[in-house]
Each structure stands twice: as structure tokens, then as C-alpha cells.
């Protein structure tokens, strides 16, 4: 079936640094692929999208590419800030059916 | 403003009851989503529906109940079967496959504590 595997965390990053959180994934067919950002005690927001290989999802500072040969879609940011603190889940979409399979997520906490 | 309402945000019970979680969509999506978030295990699907009337169970469906009388709405039922139901739950609702458009959009949560 299809899986989601991200690196283990949590994350401390000092402001302004470059962040990276690994996500790879296992499906059949061509999933879509998303990350998701959760702040302390509230539901998800989409963070970005990709829904074919090479596309490249951005938005608020962050970037992942689908990279298909490798099935990832690693999440980057060049300059982490304090309100960047959240943690980050990585999902996937495949075949007909709308139902999303995520990945453990990852909690980040930046200092200033 | 268009969205999805989940209530009560905190909700307390005692061992053995039933309680019921709302969830309110007014973003017109047919599919709705039920998870449950417990520390480090991420999102867990525990029922969802992909049009009005119909529901399919997901990883975690034992213990749990759930209808879909309404578009706009998608209670979740916790039976005092479900032996561990203290997390945090959260309802999504998403365009159906096929639009094109597929990423869920998620209601704020509701935090159950069951003692």
C-alpha cells in the first residue's frame, strides 16, 4: 500500500538557518504530493503541492520538488524564522480515491 | 468567510460514555475526513465519506461511529468501545477525486480527554 516515511525528529534550528526535512514516499501510479504545517493546537494547512513529477510546490519562503526517480519531495526553506516553529507533515494522494496518507510529521522549534 | 467548524474545541468525559464530536463544512466539498492525532503517530483515518449518505471505514475505524446525513455535516460518535479515546481529532473535507483539486482542508480540532 502506499506509505510515507519522514525523517525522525524533533528539529531545533537557530534563525536563519536552512532547513531541510526529508520525506520520501511509496505508491502506485503517480500520487500528488503535499506538506502540510501544524502550529501548537490547531488543525492543518496546506503548506504547498506538487502534482506531477519535476513540479515544484512554493509558498511563505518554502520550496519541495517531485522528484519521481527518487521518490521524494523534500521540504526546504533558506531562512528559518521563530514563527516558522511548527510541526510539518508530508501526504500523499493516489489513484481514484481523495483520501491522503501521511507521514508521521516532524516538530520544528526555532530560536531566535 | 468559507470553512469547516469543529465543536467543542476541549470536551471532557467519564469512562463508559458515548460522546459525539461535531464537524460543520460550508466550503460545498462532498468528501469529509475523521483522524485522530495522537504524540508521534501523526494522522490516523478513522472514517471518512465521499458523498452524502455513504461512509467507508479507514485504518482505525473500531470504536468509533459516524454519519453523513447532510453534505455539510459529519459527526463522529467515540462508543465506550474504543479503549483508548483521549486524543485530539480532526475532521477534513475535500473537492471528490476527479476535480482535480485534492488536497483536504482542515477543521481547527476538537481535544478529547476521556478520564
Known amino acids: 500500500g502506499d506509505s510515507v516515511t519522514q525523517m525522525e525528529g524533533p528539529v531545533t534550528l537557530s534563525e536563519e538557518a536552512f532547513l531541510t526535512i526529508n520525506c520520501t514516499y511509496t505508491a502506485t501510479g503517480y500520487p500528488s504530493l503535499f506538506w502540510y504545517v501544524q502550529y501548537p493546537g490547531e488543525g492543518l494547512q496546506l503548506l504547498l503541492k506538487?502534482?506531477?513529477?519535476?513540479d515544484k510546490g512554493s509558498n511563505k519562503g518554502f520550496e519541495a520538488t517531485y522528484r519521481k526517480e527518487t521518490t521524494s519531495f523534500h521540504l526546504e526553506k533558506g531562512s528559518v524564522q521563530v514563527s516558522d516553529s511548527a510541526a510539518y507533515f508530508c501526504?500523499?494522494?493516489?489513484?481514484?480515491?481523495?483520501?491522503?496518507?501521511f507521514g508521521k510529521g516532524i516538530t520544528l522549534s526555532v530560536r531566535p | 468567510d468559507g470553512g469547516i467548524t469543529q465543536s467543542p474545541k476541549y470536551l471532557f468525559r467519564k469512562e463508559g460514555q458515548n460522546v459525539t464530536l461535531s464537524c460543520e463544512q460550508n466550503?460545498?466539498?462532498?468528501?469529509m475526513y475523521w483522524y485522530r492525532q495522537d504524540p508521534g503517530q501523526g494522522l490516523r483515518l478513522i472514517y471518512y465519506s465521499q458523498i452524502v449518505n455513504d461512509f467507508q471505514k479507514g485504518d482505525i475505524a473500531e470504536g468509533y461511529s459516524v454519519s453523513r446525513e447532510k453534505k455539510e455535516s459529519f459527526p463522529l460518535t467515540v462508543t465506550s468501545a474504543q479503549k483508548n479515546p483521549t486524543a485530539f481529532y480532526l475532521c477534513?473535507?475535500?473537492?471528490?477525486?476527479?476535480?482535480?483539486?485534492?488536497?483536504?482542508?482542515f477543521g481547527p480540532g476538537t481535544r478529547l480527554t476521556v478520564t
Open positions: 466550503l460545498n466539498h462532498d468528501a
Open positions: 506538487a502534482t506531477k513529477a519535476d
Open positions: 501526504a500523499l494522494r493516489s489513484g481514484a480515491n481523495s483520501k491522503l496518507t
Open positions: 477534513a473535507s475535500s473537492s471528490p477525486a476527479g476535480t482535480g483539486n485534492y488536497e483536504q482542508y
